[in-house]
Nanobody, 115 residues
Framework: QVQLVESGGGLVQAGGSLRLSCAAS????????MGWYRQAPGKQRELVAQ???????NYADSVKGRFTISRDYAKNTVLLQMNSLKPEDTAVYYC?????????WGQGTQVTVSS
């Protein structure tokens, strides 16, 4: 089975930076996309950033210009560099891998931005 291991979450002051990492392993045939979603208390899970295999990227409007998603295709890893963090970015961040047939999810990593 596909396993996604996330790291890099934590507590940071507003204006600071964090870098999230997600490494995929276990029986991966192909990857259509890897990305990050987040869910804040009382809110729906939302797409933060997505890297489509082939090079295209998608970002939520709220993070454009502040977050950058990148892929290490050889290592099946996706990174999310988060700069100029705001308290509104506080959420549990989930790594997502789409194979074309299935969506796989990480366990989630907490990001807390203090004001």
């Amino acid at each position: 089975q596909v396993q996604l291991v996330e790291s890099g979450g934590g507590l940071v002051q507003a204006g600071g930076s964090l870098r999230l990492s997600c490494a995929a392993s276990g029986g991966i045939f192909s990857i259509n996309a890897m990305g990050w979603y987040r869910q804040a208390p009382g809110k729906q899970r939302e797409l933060v950033a997505q890297s489509i295999s082939g090079g295209r990227t998608n970002y939520a409007d709220s993070v454009k210009g502040r977050f950058t998603i990148s892929r290490d295709y050889a290592k099946n890893t996706v990174l999310l560099q988060m700069n100029s963090l705001k308290p509104e970015d506080t959420a549990v961040y989930y790594c997502n891998l789409n194979t074309g047939w299935y969506d796989h999810w990480g366990q989630g990593t907490q990001v807390t931005v203090s004001s």
